[in-house]
């Protein structure tokens, strides 16, 4: 069994999130899909290249497989716990007034992110918030199994590069 000792690293993460985690291994369970099994390969995977130390593959005492995955809150926030991204975009009308609208929502709804969470340099990072808008709803399409009705801590996008593997 994988499992994965994140409560000490992430102490502002909600517990509801680490439950099927706790149990299961990370992200891994019983009726789990072939593509998100490879995904959780992936991230062992990565997980070992950041960390060559970790002993995702050794087990020195029975059940002690552990690696430390990569939770990305801040990405997995603006693609899977923002649904009021394109109602933002439709209900301002000035590029200054989108984005900082945007950034109170998110100030106020950013789950596991620390008080001081700053979306502020996306702004310089796009010239205009439909643009934002655009590039988060692209990615949203390469989710896995996107149509589901999964909690947002529960869907992945296809990992177009190591970044991506949340």
Request: hydrophobic share 40%; charged share 25%; glycine share 4%.
């Amino acid at each position: 069994m994988i499992t994965s000792s994140n409560t000490s690293n992430n102490k502002s993460i909600d517990v509801d999130m680490l439950v099927d985690e706790e149990i299961w291994g990370h992200r891994i369970y019983n009726e789990q899909t072939p593509w998100l099994c490879f995904l959780e390969f992936l991230g062992i995977l990565y997980a070992i290249d950041q960390d060559p130390n970790q002993q995702a593959f050794v087990e020195t005492k029975p059940n002690t497989l552990s690696y430390l995955p990569q939770y990305r809150l801040y990405l997995r926030n603006i693609l899977f716990n923002n649904p009021r991204l394109v109602a933002i975009m439709k209900e301002t009308t000035n590029e200054d007034g989108r984005w900082q609208r945007w950034f109170n929502y998110m100030q106020g709804s950013g789950a596991g992110l620390s008080e001081q969470a700053d979306f502020r340099y996306l702004q310089q990072r796009f010239e205009k918030f439909t643009d934002f808008v655009k590039v988060i709803d692209f990615l949203r399409g390469t989710a896995i199994e996107g149509e589901s009705n999964k909690r947002w801590s529960s869907k992945f996008v296809f990992p177009l590069r190591t970044l991506l593997l949340l």
